[in-house]
Each structure stands twice: as structure tokens, then as C-alpha cells.
């Protein structure tokens, strides 16, 4: 069974540091990751899709990268602003699984002092 | 484009009752999927509709149910709500699903009493 961890529950970084948000993943042969931000109480917006054949996607100050072999993938974020205060989620979507479900980790909350 | 749309926001019901929950996908976008969203569990799957036919299901009980119209807008039923339904529903909408980006509505938080 895919299980997707996010390590840490919480993190604090001062303004204009570069930080990295982890994601674990169990079960290697996954379609593709997506990385998220969602803000309190809100929806979730979409940051970075990764497919399987993919290593990294880069958008403005974001970097993903996927490593399949050691089940892991990273959020780079460089230059932090307090904007970027949110909870980061990462999601698999596992073939694997027969029902072909997305799966969420629990989320990284993060805090951008200013 | 207009993103996705959920409605209501906001409900409140008691226990027993049953809620119909509403999505509008992005314009073009043909999959709508269905997730339940809790502070102890966190985000989880309920379910995905494509092209008007429930293609994959969660974990959830019999309860949960949903359908898919020909304009793609689907809608959410919770029958005989327990306390524990309680939570934020989101849905997502992509063009073809599996390999595609999620694009998320704002949610509808139920709270049942």
C-alpha cells in the first residue's frame, strides 16, 4: 500500500533563506507527483507536476526534483518571501494501487518570518 | 478561464440528514475528482468521474456517492451524515485525469452537528 510522508509537520524559515520541503514515497512505480500549496481554509493550487519519466520541473523561485529509485522527491524554494507562508503538500498518483488513486502526504506547514 | 467553483461554501446539517455537494469544472476539463479533507487524516481520496462514469473510488463507505453530468459538473451526495463528515470537501478537475494537473475548487466546509 502507497504511503506518502512529508518530514517536517512544520517549519520556520527567516525571509530570503533558500529552504527544501521533503516527500517520501513507499511504492516507486508511481505516475507522476504534484506538489501543492494550500492556504487556510482555502483550495489547493497546484505548484509542479513531475511525471515518473521526469527528474525535476522548475517554475520561477520553485525547483521539484523526483528521484523514483530512492522514493523521494524535494521542493526547493529560493529566496523564501513571507507570501510563501502555507501548508506544502505532495500527492502520488500510484498505478499500482488498482484504483489508481492520488495520494496525499499530510503536508508541510511553513512560515516565513519576516 | 474560470477556475473551478464549489457550492455551497459553507453548510451546517445535524445528524441524519444527507447534503448534496456541487462542483463546476474548468471549461473543457472532462475529469472531476472528489476528495475529503479532515485535520486527523488529512487528504483523501473519495472518488473520480470521466466522462459521466465513476472511474476510480476511494475508501469511503456507501454513503458517498456521486455523479458526473454531460457538461462535465458533478455533484456530491452524503446520505444519514454522521459527525465524523464533518470536514472540507474539495473537488479537482483536470482534462484527462491520471497524467494531468489538478486544478482545485475553493472547497465546501460541512459541518455536521
Not at chain 1, 510563501?84 to 511553513?110: E, H, Q, W
Not at chain 2, 459553507?10 to 474548468?26: A, E, F
Not at chain 2, 481520496?45 to 458517498?64: A, D, I
Not at chain 2, 453530468?69 to 484527462?96: H, I, K, P, W
Request: aromatic share 8%.
Amino acid at each position: 500500500k502507497q504511503e506518502v510522508t512529508q518530514i517536517p509537520a512544520a517549519l520556520s524559515v527567516p525571509e530570503g533563506e533558500n529552504l527544501v520541503l521533503n516527500c517520501s514515497f513507499t511504492d516507486s512505480a508511481i505516475y507522476n507527483l504534484q506538489w501543492f500549496r494550500q492556504d487556510p481554509g482555502k483550495g489547493l493550487t497546484s505548484l509542479l507536476l513531475i511525471q515518473s519519466s521526469q527528474r525535476e520541473q522548475t517554475s520561477g523561485r520553485l525547483n521539484a526534483s523526483l528521484d523514483k529509485s530512492s522514493g523521494r522527491s524535494t521542493l526547493y524554494i529560493a529566496a523564501s518571501q513571507p507570501g510563501d507562508s502555507a501548508t506544502y503538500l505532495c500527492a502520488v498518483r500510484d498505478p499500482m494501487n488498482r484504483d489508481d488513486k492520488i495520494i496525499f502526504g499530510k503536508g508541510t506547514r511553513l512560515h516565513i518570518l519576516p | 478561464k474560470a477556475g473551478v467553483t464549489q457550492t455551497p461554501r459553507y453548510l451546517i446539517k445535524t445528524r441524519g440528514q444527507q447534503v448534496t455537494l456541487s462542483c463546476s469544472p474548468i471549461s473543457g476539463h472532462r475529469s472531476v475528482s472528489w476528495y475529503q479533507q479532515t485535520p486527523g487524516q488529512g487528504l483523501q481520496f473519495l472518488f473520480e468521474y470521466f466522462s459521466e462514469t465513476q472511474r476510480n473510488k476511494g475508501n469511503f463507505p456507501g454513503r458517498f456517492s456521486g455523479r458526473q453530468f454531460s457538461n462535465s459538473r458533478s455533484e456530491m451526495n452524503v446520505s444519514t451524515l454522521e459527525l465524523g463528515d464533518s470536514a472540507l470537501y474539495l473537488c479537482a478537475s483536470s482534462q484527462q485525469g491520471a497524467i494531468d494537473t489538478q486544478y482545485f475548487g475553493p472547497g465546501t466546509r460541512l459541518t455536521v452537528l
